[in-house]
């Protein structure tokens, strides 16, 4: 046993932030993660550790979707609080995350049709484009009171 801090312990998370509250799930399988509430904008955010890269030390493709998934699918339930589940992602990458950095993402609902949401989104290292893509996801129901965010600070992927 080691008395070493992890990445995650010792990284000075950026003023605004706080941990997501995931206490079970896939979710907290590959965080830790980190949500945004600012004035006009919702943002989620990770350190890429080393359970997040590939054998090149970036972050791998799969973490950078998922946590795109997170992110851009969040802009569904950020006027309301409705459970949702992905229908189909499109994604670009274009650049990589390295081991230590600190990434962001958010998404821009563009477009409702009855329960279906098109989101825009984007995932960035500070000036540094990683990923640009389009997201749809359908609302499965309203969330019970119990398990709203707002209302209980626990943060919950869509589905």
Known sequence: ??????????????EGYSLLNWHRGFGRQ???????NGPTE???AFLVEEHHTNGMM???G?????FADMAWGHAVSTSDSLWWVTVRMTCDFLSSARLGEWVEGSGEVVLQQDDLYTVRGR???GDRTIMTGTGIFKVIEQRPIAARPSLNKVSNHGG
């Open 1 to 14: 046993m080691s008395d070493e801090l992890t990445p995650s312990q010792s990284h000075v998370i950026p």
């Open 30 to 36: 590959i965080g830790p993660l980190y949500e945004h």
């Open 42 to 44: 919702y943002r989620r």
């Open 58 to 60: 970036n972050a791998h």
């Open 62 to 66: 799969g973490m950078i979707m998922t």
């Open 123 to 125: 995932i960035w290292c």
